[in-house]
């Protein structure tokens, strides 16, 4: 809880109902003392030590206010984008690098380019709201906590590309992002920022919101969009790309909410002020989201670069039991376990697929030494058998397989080859899925394996792993 008093704002926490009261007796509202006082906001380590760019309103102002929306830099990039070509737009998002958050990392620019040179009598812009990703809330803390940035985002995003119709596809879990993000519309649409008028100019966008379909497998965009257009949510064949035919068959941008949200600012500040901050080719900033065994959870936006190590340890403050960290999984269920052994990597999309892994969506799942990696591969294989859309064989099939195999190598039934099996399945998932759900569920497994191979059981596993 925070109040605003002539000193600044000032923190307490966290706060119970039961505790309420007391606050009101300690005068907390002109900042007084509580054991739970924890000084001014800004002074506190885990948000002082953030490099804050897509997030840098949240917390701060009123989601709902439009006018403390400007009054805080809002809408400075669309007035911008208003006076540029398109062409120019999407030059200036190039140029900043920034690449898609969703979690294939792809540069944002190009998908862009690729739209504004389609010719087509309507293009679409979608927004992945859908945020499946174990550990991961980024999305809906940017939809609760500054809901008119991705608004502006995707309107300069129709400005780039000649779209003129945005949908948001909100995970059905998150009733209240949905709910904000439609007050945040309306009073967008009543203010004239969405509608046929965009901000004055005579140029026109407007967003419909929809509510996801509940599946894990509905936030990959092909199935995304067969889910928008009411159908299963069922991959689709690429090519054509959906920057080609992809919405109702018309060329369609689709990005995720913080690769949007982040647009506002390269628009306002410039290409250069975001690429400045990062390393090598992994450009801007990500919202870290510190879960599971960690003292200290929550979205650290920081700049590219930062190691797991200090996330964890800086930020994190080490396990919430007090117990050795042994694994961390990054990016989502499909990500890798890595070990200790590997806290000083780079979070750096290129670092992390160096060591078969990936940042992704910039989800960080902590575990102490209480875990068993082995039946964490078995959940990977069981969960992709669970959100498998059925279309291909490697995946509908081979992940069910990969839950028997994994059982047999940890009963010690025949491990030497069903270790090598397991080795072939992950191998033909890998080459032949048809989406990165098949293609991808073999890294927890495989780094299960790799980095851990004693919770196998079975000296096979170690033997195989150190090969
Ligand atoms: C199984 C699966 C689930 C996915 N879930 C999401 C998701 O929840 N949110 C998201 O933005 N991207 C998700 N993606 C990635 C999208 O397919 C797509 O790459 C992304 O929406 C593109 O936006 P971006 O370029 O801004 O990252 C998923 C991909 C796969 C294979
Ligand atoms: S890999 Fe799995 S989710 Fe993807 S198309 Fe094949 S069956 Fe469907």
């Given at each position: 809880?925070?109040?605003?008093?002539?000193?600044?704002?000032?923190?307490?926490?966290?706060?119970?109902?039961?505790?309420?009261?007391?606050?009101?007796?300690a005068?907390?509202?002109?900042?007084?003392?509580?054991?739970?006082r924890?000084?001014?906001?800004?002074?506190?380590?885990?948000?002082?030590?953030?490099?804050?760019?897509?997030?840098?309103r949240?917390?701060?102002t009123?989601?709902?206010?439009?006018?403390?929306?400007?009054?805080?830099?809002?809408?400075?990039?669309?007035?911008?984008?208003?006076?540029?070509?398109?062409?120019?737009?999407?030059e200036?998002?190039?140029?900043?690098?920034?690449?898609?958050?969703?979690?294939?990392?792809?540069?944002?620019?190009?998908?862009?380019?690729?739209?504004?040179?389609?010719?087509?009598?309507c293009?679409?812009?979608?927004?992945?709201a859908?945020?499946?990703?174990?550990?991961?809330?980024?999305?809906?803390?940017?939809?609760e906590?500054?809901?008119?940035?991705?608004?502006?985002?995707?309107?300069?995003?129709?400005?780039?590309?000649?779209?003129?119709?945005?949908?948001?596809?909100?995970?059905?879990?998150?009733?209240?992002?949905?709910?904000?993000?439609?007050?945040?519309?309306?009073l967008?649409?009543?203010a004239?920022?969405?509608?046929?008028?965009?901000?004055?100019?005579?140029?026109?966008?407007?967003?419909?919101?929809?509510?996801?379909?509940?599946?894990?497998?509905?936030?990959?965009?092909?199935?995304?969009?067969?889910?928008?257009?009411?159908?299963?949510?069922?991959?689709?064949?690429?090519?054509?790309?959906?920057?080609?035919?992809?919405?109702?068959?018309?060329?369609?941008?689709?990005?995720?909410?913080?690769?949007?949200?982040?647009?506002?600012?390269?628009?306002?500040?410039?290409?250069?002020?975001?690429?400045d901050?990062?390393?090598?080719?992994?450009?801007?900033?990500?919202?870290f989201?510190?879960?599971?065994n960690?003292?200290?959870?929550?979205?650290?936006?920081?700049?590219?670069g930062?190691?797991?190590?200090?996330?964890?340890e800086?930020?994190?403050?080490?396990?919430?039991?007090g117990?050795?960290?042994?694994?961390?999984?990054?990016g989502?269920?499909?990500g890798?376990?890595?070990?200790?052994?590997?806290?000083?990597?780079p979070?750096?999309?290129?670092?992390?697929?160096?060591?078969?892994?990936?940042?992704?969506?910039?989800?960080?799942?902590?575990?102490?030494?209480?875990?068993?990696?082995?039946?964490?591969?078995?959940?990977?294989?069981e969960?992709?058998a669970?959100?498998?859309?059925g279309?291909?064989?490697?995946?509908?099939?081979g992940?069910?397989r990969?839950?028997?195999?994994?059982?047999?190598?940890?009963?010690?039934?025949?491990?030497?080859?069903?270790?090598?099996?397991?080795?072939?399945?992950?191998?033909t998932?890998?080459?032949?899925?048809?989406?990165?759900l098949?293609?991808?569920?073999?890294?927890?497994?495989?780094?299960?394996?790799?980095?851990?191979?004693?919770?196998f059981?079975?000296?096979a596993?170690?033997?195989?792993?150190?090969?």
């Amino acid at each position: 809880m925070e109040v605003a008093t002539p000193a600044g704002r000032i923190a307490y926490g966290p706060v119970s109902p039961a505790g309420v009261a007391g606050l009101f007796d300690a005068d907390f509202l002109a900042g007084g003392a509580h054991p739970t006082r924890q000084g001014v906001t800004d002074d506190i380590a885990y948000l002082r030590n953030q490099e804050r760019v897509t997030f840098v309103r949240c917390g701060i102002t009123d989601p709902l206010s439009l006018a403390d929306y400007e009054s805080h830099g809002g809408f400075r990039g669309l007035r911008r984008a208003l006076e540029m070509a398109p062409a120019a737009i999407v030059e200036e998002v190039t140029q900043s690098g920034l690449r898609g958050r969703g979690g294939a990392g792809f540069p944002t620019g190009i998908k862009w380019k690729t739209v504004l040179g389609e010719r087509s009598d309507c293009k679409y812009i979608v927004c992945n709201a859908d945020e499946g990703d174990s550990g991961t809330y980024a999305d809906r803390m940017l939809m609760e906590g500054d809901p008119f940035t991705l608004i502006e985002g995707m309107i300069i995003a129709g400005l780039a590309v000649q779209a003129e119709q945005g949908f948001v596809y909100i995970r059905s879990e998150y009733p209240h992002a949905f709910r904000q993000m439609q007050r945040a519309c309306d009073l967008a649409r009543e203010a004239s920022w969405l509608g046929p008028n965009v901000g004055g100019s005579g140029k026109r966008f407007d967003i419909h919101l929809r509510l996801g379909a509940g599946a894990y497998i509905c936030g990959e965009e092909t199935s995304l969009l067969e889910s928008l257009e009411g159908k299963r949510g069922v991959i689709r064949y690429k090519p054509p790309l959906p920057a080609i035919k992809g919405l109702f068959g018309k060329p369609t941008v689709i990005n995720n909410v913080i690769s949007l949200a982040t647009i506002p600012m390269i628009l306002e500040r410039g290409a250069a002020f975001y690429r400045d901050y990062g390393m090598g080719r992994s450009r801007g900033t990500l919202p870290f989201q510190l879960a599971g065994n960690v003292k200290h959870a929550g979205l650290v936006e920081k700049a590219f670069g930062l190691t797991l190590r200090q996330l964890i340890e800086d930020f994190g403050a080490g396990t919430r039991t007090g117990r050795p960290l042994r694994a961390v999984q990054v990016g989502g269920p499909l990500g890798a376990y890595f070990p200790a052994a590997l806290l000083d990597l780079p979070l750096d999309y290129e670092a992390f697929a160096a060591e078969k892994g990936m940042v992704g969506h910039g989800g960080v799942v902590v575990f102490d030494d209480g875990v068993d990696l082995a039946w964490q591969a078995r959940f990977a294989m069981e969960f992709c058998a669970i959100e498998s859309c059925g279309k291909c064989t490697p995946c509908r099939i081979g992940s069910t397989r990969g839950v028997e195999v994994i059982d047999k190598i940890v009963a010690g039934k025949d491990a030497v080859a069903n270790i090598e099996l397991l080795q072939d399945l992950c191998l033909t998932m890998t080459d032949a899925s048809l989406c990165a759900l098949g293609g991808l569920t073999p890294l927890p497994v495989l780094s299960a394996l790799r980095h851990f191979p004693e919770d196998f059981d079975c000296p096979a596993a170690a033997a195989s792993a150190a090969a």
